[in-house]
């Protein structure tokens, strides 16, 4: 408990947004060029978005997001909205701890200049949200192509220079082996980082098995199979190993079959360390309030295991 659990308990019992957006959270599961949310774009580019449809892959969101969003950013000033939203996003829902994982692609709205897509991040930051703990995350994917991999890794040892990152992800097909990214993550070790990779989303457990083994991360994003394997559970314990969940994606992407599917609750009933996080505000349009009430409204969970989830969060570095 601290000294907002009775408020947000409150709250949460009630179904009360506003007051729910008041108490203090964090979001450290969240894609920078899809963090936006689709409320402020749609007032600032005077567009109407269309809602995003139940999928049952991430390719068919990758799909849908570039068919009905991606273009509506095209230029520097457009995409510059995006940083600026997340930003207003977390004064609005009180996130007082925000991780966003940022593409090094999309310094091409930058003069492919890394230091002037960092300066830009950093000019919104400060503007909005100078006082919120900020985690600035690197965002590799893992492809079957050594040729690409090299690529990004050349580039991101090259980031590490900056010492802005602190953080590292790895996305991508979860059937690729992570091991190309095997010395990059050691150094990313080495500077001090949190080391995060996507899997257990899609797949079974045992690519959450292999990632842990090949790169010796210290988070997963998502890591929800891992619910099918009492003893990689006990492993990810062990190793005090953090699963960032995002109960709206796994919904949307067909993953789980709806709020009260059973692998966040067998997660949490073994003891499991886990966030609550929105993942891509942008299509999902689900703020993080909105996703402690569907947990809660789901009967899946107490108002006390939900408070619990938020607590891991704030006690999160
Ligand atoms: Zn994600």
């Not at 729910?20 to 963090?35: E, F, T, V």
């Not at 002037?116 to 930051?125: A, C, L, Q």
Request: proline content about 4%.
């Amino acid at each position: 408990m601290d000294c907002y659990s009775s408020l947000f308990i409150d709250a949460l019992t009630r179904g009360d947004l506003e007051a729910l957006r008041r108490i203090p959270k964090s979001d450290l599961h969240n894609h920078q060029s899809r963090a936006a949310n689709k409320h402020d774009l749609e007032k600032w580019l005077n567009v109407t978005l269309p809602p995003f449809p139940k999928v049952s892959s991430l390719t068919e969101m990758d799909h849908w997001y570039r068919q009905n969003i991606r273009g509506l950013t095209p230029t520097r000033e457009t995409f510059e909205l995006k940083i600026k939203s997340a930003f207003c996003e977390a004064i609005r829902e009180n996130i007082v701890l925000l991780c966003l994982s940022i593409g090094p692609g999309d310094m091409q709205y930058f003069n492919n200049d890394i230091q002037e897509f960092i300066d830009t991040i950093e000019k919104y930051r400060l503007e909005i949200a100078p006082e919120i703990t900020f985690i600035p995350e690197m965002s590799l994917c893992r492809t079957d192509n050594e040729v690409m991999n090299q690529f990004q890794i050349d580039t991101s040892l090259e980031l590490l220079k900056l010492n802005y990152f602190k953080s590292v992800d790895l996305v991508g097909d979860e059937n690729v082996s992570p091991a190309p990214f095997r010395d990059f993550y050691q150094t990313c070790r080495e500077h001090g980082m949190i080391t995060k990779i996507h899997v257990g989303e899609s797949t079974s457990y045992e690519n959450i098995e292999k990632a842990i083994s090949e790169l010796e991360v210290s988070d997963i994003q998502h890591g929800i199979s891992a619910s099918e394997s009492p003893e990689l559970m006990k492993l990810l314990k062990e190793k005090k190993i953090i699963l960032h969940v995002c109960p709206t994606s796994n919904v949307m992407l067909s993953n789980t079959c709806d709020y009260t599917s059973p692998q966040l609750r067998t997660l949490i009933d073994y003891g499991m360390k886990v966030t609550l996080n929105t993942d891509d505000l942008l299509i999902f349009d689900s703020t993080i309030s909105e996703e402690y009430i569907k947990l809660y409204q789901s009967g899946n969970f107490t108002v006390h295991e939900l408070d619990d989830i938020r607590l891991c969060g704030l006690q999160y570095s």
